[in-house]
Every structure is written in structure tokens, then in C-alpha cells.
């Protein structure tokens, strides 16, 4: 199965977060009370994010974290490869930080590259701006289906999705 590790979600509840937020320095510690994610998590995730120039960190009073540049220049698989590195499918493939142990006698030897290529596009056609559309993930309250919406959680597992009219 091919699955993102808890840090990758969990940077993009955070980057949820900011989408939010676009117009001001967001603190670590509001990022943390929204996400119910501890501090250091939070502050990892943002000198990650930061060192992959996705977002830009200021410390102080009016610190906190914002994008670098607009959600829909950024895409999922910048993000992915800011937390976890390269995107390689197995060891074989260009870009894999582990060696592969079978190499010489791999018949899939290099094969797998196309692979990790389409999946690489794929990931690279999502951009933030697709992913947090933020009519879909706030609508507004007149919009809203009675009795009312489903509870929203901003949770590393889910955004339960609303209802609309």
C-alpha cells in the first residue's frame, strides 16, 4: 500500500491552516490549537516547510508562519518531498535515497521510473489552491443545507464533508 507518513498529513492540516489565513503571520501556538497537534510537531513542521520555501517563518510579537507565494504555485508534491524527500515508488528508481540491494540481476532495473514519473505528475497536478478550496471547506451560512452542517473536524484523519444546498 502506498501511504504518506503522519508528518506529510499533518503538514498539509497545517498548511490548511494558513490557507485560511492568508492575509497575516500565523503563531505556532494558534496553529497548534487548531490542529490539536502539540508545539514541537507544529514547529518542525514549520522550519521543514520553511527550508523547502513553502511557507516563511518570522519570530517575535507579530511572528508566526505564511506562504512564500500564491497556493496555487504549490503543489502536493513540493509538499510531500519537503517532509519525506524524494518521491521514489522503490529503490531502484532515480532520486531513491536507499540503494537498490538487487540491481545487477533486475529485470525491472529502471523500469520502475516511468511509474514513479506518473505518479510524480499526478501529485504535481494538485496544487493547494485545488486541494483547500475554501468554498467547499467554508461555505457560507446561508448556503447550508437545514437543520445545518455537519460537524467539521480538522483532524490529521479527515475533514468530514458538509452538506450544501
Known amino acids: 500500500m502506498l ?3 503522519r508528518m506529510t498529513d499533518y503538514a498539509i492540516l497545517v498548511l490548511g491552516i494558513l490557507a485560511t489565513r492568508t492575509d ?13 497537534l502539540e508545539k514541537p510537531t507544529i514547529a518542525k513542521l514549520i522550519k521543514q516547510l ?4 513553502i511557507i516563511v517563518s518570522q519570530r517575535g510579537s507579530q511572528g508566526g508562519a505564511r ?6 504555485l504549490i503543489n502536493l508534491a513540493e509538499v510531500i518531498e519537503a517532509i519525506e524527500g524524494p518521491i521514489a515508488l522503490t529503490a531502484c528508481v532515480e ?15 529502471g523500469n520502475w521510473n516511468q511509474v514513479n514519473q506518473a505518479l510524480y505528475a499526478a501529485l504535481s497536478s ?15 451560512a446561508d448556503s447550508l443545507k437545514s437543520p445545518g452542517l455537519d460537524t467539521m473536524m480538522f483532524s490529521s484523519t479527515a475533514i468530514t464533508e458538509m452538506e450544501l444546498k
Open 95 to 109: 532520486g531513491s535515497q536507499e540503494p537498490c540491494d538487487v540491481k545487477n540481476i533486475c529485470f525491472m532495473s
Open 67 to 72: 506562504f512564500v507565494k500564491h497556493l496555487g
Open 50 to 53: 520553511a527550508a523547502a520555501q
Open 126 to 140: 494538485v496544487t493547494l489552491e485545488k486541494l483547500f478550496d475554501s468554498a467547499k471547506l467554508f461555505p457560507k
Open 3 to 5: 501511504k504518506l507518513n
Open 24 to 36: 497575516r503571520y500565523v503563531s505556532s501556538s494558534e496553529v497548534a490549537r487548531l490542529s490539536n
